[in-house]
């Protein structure tokens, strides 16, 4: 009797030891981050002569020809920083809301940390910091009231309830200047206090109560102070010792323009603003040189890219520009193209693409002007080509690489048409996976808009994997016709004759090819905003199968099995009365013989996004969730229970996921701009 107790007791423990190492995922270990994350501020140093970036994955020191010069990740992530007057020292503000002075021994460029603040600022983006001229004090507004301290003594020495935005010191250090608001009926407008006691010195009031002031600056010899607003985009230009206001503001107004940013030169007579437009989503940065004599421009320029922050290089009429997808590029005053660009940064990668023998990996991010071919063939040694995407300010909408991974294919459209005429909506270019050069344009999609109004002709091209068969979508509830694909010696693509047509309900938003080219998975939606999903014999157009959601929901994103057998279907929808939204990834079986595919399983979340990517082997699935990157395997189970993962990556933000294609490696885009990839071996069996 014992030995049974005795067994059944070994028993029962072996199955309780084994369901905990089955409920306890995996963790993949992390084999490589690539990429110096992301670029969020910046800011010369007094002598010129050393830039410093501050970003995601710490402070980094570049040279005047943006050559490495220290970097130390120990600082952590920098949302802002700003240089002492003499040089020798360095405040940075993290996303804590933390205030550091870092004192820089520039011969051994060693770093240590002075002195220390923190602050409750309810989650401040983006705050001012302002040196005094006399390095000895700080100041700094978090939109909630403006402190000036004592970087010795780390003492508060003022503190400016009223000034809630913008911050900057007149050159002799005895006034601050501001913005205040006072109020609905007269609304923000230019303060000026005293910087030691707090008192007010004058109120500019501008005859607009709604203005939105971008930001605030002395002449260098004090006499005027300038500010600029945005939507609309106008300068204010007032004179210190009568208040008087000396320009025309509304003359040069834009009302679909927004001013961020300024600078003087060093002579004092031309003011530089950095503005840009707000009415399209993504638009260049307009540079405009005014005369301080007169107020008028002298100069109009275009900078590539979006400008995020700008910051002047002393004695020299120079701008370091960080752009929204963290190039760094140099311009001069008058110059009408960078005098250097760097790349080394950048945002999120939400494209991933790996070669087809697993040598590199393609990153990029939509609205961005470079990407990132990594060579990752040895992983201690990684190395990067940067290749520069032709089209500024078009959509990158793709990564694909050739049969035998020497070049990387990209999608880019146009974001919209507003003038009439033909215009491409498409292009597809190639670059060196080598050397990352551009090798050009092979296919150019093209679209018209009625001048009349009478319509548009905006064709949609689906290529599959290996070009030989390409869908064109039109309008709504009109068939979508298959072609084929006809190539002329010079590599430049284009459909050819019609094989096949489509009838499909609605507008078809998201059409994806299976790999093998025999099957379209489509999303459309209806006149009342409806989602729905099928599968379509590609050749015929006969409806394979119809993919209906485990739940309501309304659908964003569908994708193949690598063996073309399985489905991933994305949806969302709102939770009544609770003010969350519940994420759904079904993933269902093609069955030619049934009316509909067939549940196999399903992976739920709240308020996190699901991004997903397949196993090479379709063995198993990769998605986002809200606890990290999980990797579900490919089992039956019953419908309505929620999927378990076999691994968890814990803690990861990722916005794009990829397999390498021998399964041994998941690469993902991280929020930091860097991209991770992870040792999967063991779970891609």
């Not at 990387?408 to 974001?415: A, C, E, K, M, S």
Request: aromatic fraction near 10%; glycine fraction near 8%.
């Amino acid at each position: 009797m014992k030995r049974v107790i005795v067994l059944f007791w070994a028993l029962l423990m072996a199955i309780q030891i084994h369901a905990q190492e089955v409920n306890t995922p995996y963790i993949p270990p992390q084999v490589m981050e690539l990429g110096r994350g992301t670029a969020n501020t910046l800011d010369w140093h007094p002598s010129g002569s050393v830039l410093a970036v501050g970003g995601t994955r710490g402070l980094w020191l570049y040279d005047e020809m943006f050559a490495d010069l220290a970097h130390f990740p120990e600082v952590g992530e920098v949302i802002r920083l700003a240089w002492a007057p003499n040089g020798e020292m360095l405040a940075t503000f993290s996303p804590d809301n933390q205030l550091n002075v870092w004192h820089l021994e520039r011969d051994s460029y060693r770093l240590r940390l002075d002195r220390s603040w923190s602050f409750n600022a309810n989650g401040t983006a983006f705050p001012f910091l302002a040196w005094a001229p006399d390095s000895q004090r700080l100041a700094i507004n978090l939109g909630t009231g403006a402190q000036v301290l004592d970087v010795v003594t780390g003492a508060e020495l003022l503190n400016i309830p009223d000034l809630v935005y913008t911050l900057t010191w007149r050159d002799d250090g005895s006034q601050i200047a501001g913005v205040v608001d006072l109020g609905t009926e007269i609304g923000q407008q230019v303060r000026v206090w005293d910087a030691a006691s707090g008192a007010v010195i004058n109120t500019y009031i501008s005859s607009d109560p709604n203005l939105y002031w971008s930001d605030i600056q002395w002449s260098p010899d004090g006499s005027v102070l300038v500010g600029i607003t945005s939507i609309p985009a106008a300068l204010y230009v007032w004179s210190v010792s009568t208040g008087e206001l000396l320009n025309d503001a509304e003359e040069f107004a834009s009302e679909f323009g927004a001013y961020f940013d300024m600078w003087w030169s060093d002579n004092g007579q031309e003011l530089v603003t950095v503005s840009r437009s707000v009415s399209s989503y993504r638009a260049d940065s307009i540079l405009d040189a005014w005369n301080t004599a007169s107020w008028m421009p002298n100069d109009h320029g275009y900078l590539e890219g979006t400008a995020r922050y700008v910051a002047k290089r002393p004695d020299v009429n120079e701008w370091a520009v960080l752009t929204w997808d963290s190039q760094i590029m140099l311009w001069a005053i008058h110059g009408a193209e960078p005098l250097r660009s760097n790349s080394t940064h950048a945002q999120t990668a939400r494209l991933l693409a790996w070669s087809p023998d697993n040598q590199r990996l393609a990153s990029a991010t939509p609205l961005g002007g470079s990407v990132y071919i990594w060579d990752v063939a040895t992983p201690d040694q990684v190395e990067a080509h940067v290749a520069t995407v032709p089209y500024v300010g078009w959509n990158l909408d793709e990564l694909r690489w050739s049969a035998n991974s020497e070049v990387l294919i990209g999608f880019q459209t146009i974001p919209e048409i507003t003038a009439p005429g033909t215009i491409p909506t498409e292009f597809i270019v190639e670059w060196n996976a080598q050397t990352g050069e551009y090798m050009g344009t092979i296919h150019e999609t093209p679209g018209y808009v009625a001048s009349d109004g009478s319509g548009d002709y905006l064709p949609v091209y689906t290529w599959n994997n290996d070009f030989t068969r390409v869908v064109t979508t039109e309008l709504a509830d009109t068939p979508v016709t298959i072609s084929t694909v006809l190539t002329n010696e010079n590599g430049f693509m284009s459909p050819d004759e019609v094989v096949g047509t489509v009838d499909i309900e609605g507008d078809p938003y998201k059409l994806v090819w299976s790999p093998d080219s025999t099957l379209l998975a489509v999303i459309s939606r209806d006149p009342q905003g409806e989602t729905s999903a099928a599968v379509y014999e590609a050749e015929t157009g006969a409806l394979i199968n119809r993919l209906t959601p485990t739940f309501d929901m309304d659908l964003y994103d569908i994708s193949w099995s690598p063996d073309c057998s399985l489905v991933a279907l994305v949806g969302r929808r709102s939770i009544a009365d609770s003010g969350e939204t519940e994420y759904r990834l079904d993933i269902q079986k093609i069955d030619p013989a049934l009316d509909e595919a067939v549940d196999i399983s399903t992976i739920l979340d709240r308020d996190t996004t699901f991004y997903h990517a397949w196993q090479p082997a379709s063995h198993a699935i990769a998605v986002t969730t809200s606890q990290g990157v999980g990797i579900y395997p490919i089992t039956s189970l019953p419908i309505g229970i929620a999927a378990a993962p076999l691994a968890v990556i814990p803690d990861v933000k990722a916005f794009a996921l990829a397999w390498s294609p021998d399964g041994r490696w998941l690469a993902g885009g991280h929020e930091d701009g860097t991209v991770r990839v992870w040792d999967v071996t063991d779970v891609s069996r």
